[in-house]
Each structure stands twice: as C-alpha cells, then as structure tokens.
C-alpha cells in the first residue's frame, strides 16, 4: 500500500487512476481498491481527493497562487470542480478558507 501512497503523494498535479496505481502496486484494480479501502478505510478517489484538499490548503495558506491556479495544479477538473470539492470537505470555500488563514 505504501507505494499506492507514495504514487498518490507524487502525482497529486496529474489525473491518478486505479489502472494507475494498481500497475504501480503489481495489482488487479479490484483487489487494489479492496485492500486499499480496507488498508486506510477510504476509496481510492476519497483518499485522492482527502491529499489534493489537503495540499490546497496548505497552497491557500502559504502561497500567492489564485484559487484558480491551485486548482488547476492539483488536477482539478475545473475551477467549479475545485471549489465545490473543497466547500464540501472544509465546509468553506477556498477564498473564506484563504481570507481565515493567509499567513504572509
């Protein structure tokens, strides 16, 4: 599993897919996604998007890039995509969530 991690870790600026990281982990997609699941209890996808949150709110906290850059660098698929995704994990959108914790 740690590989699966490590691929997610370093390609979080790229489209990540289960063929992907069950090629990478030298497993068939649907015993990737079960041990995976069972591993760190979340989906693939979840997982994915839990780490790209995560690094957009580090980037919203400690960077100048726009909402719309970061999106766009973490692979979202587009501006409203990451702003909703966002809203629905932090409870805020990327902007309230910069405006709360900028740090200059």
Do not use: W
């Not at 693939?44 to 400690?62: C, G, H, P, T």
């Not at 890039?65 to 999106?71: H, Q």
């Not at 501006?79 to 966002?86: G, T």
């Amino acid at each position: 599993m740690a590989t699966c991690i490590d691929y997610i870790y370093k390609h979080l600026h790229q489209r990540i897919t289960v063929p992907d990281l069950a090629e990478q982990a030298g497993l068939t997609e649907s015993y990737l996604s079960t041990l995976f699941k069972k591993e760190t209890g979340r989906s693939i996808s979840d997982y994915v998007l839990d780490r790209r949150i995560e690094a957009a709110s580090n980037m919203l906290k400690f960077s100048n890039y726009s909402c719309a850059d970061i999106g766009a660098i973490l692979a979202f698929s587009s501006q409203s995509h990451f702003i909703r995704v966002f809203k629905a994990r932090t409870g805020q959108t990327p902007r309230a969530f910069r405006e709360r914790f900028y740090e200059v």
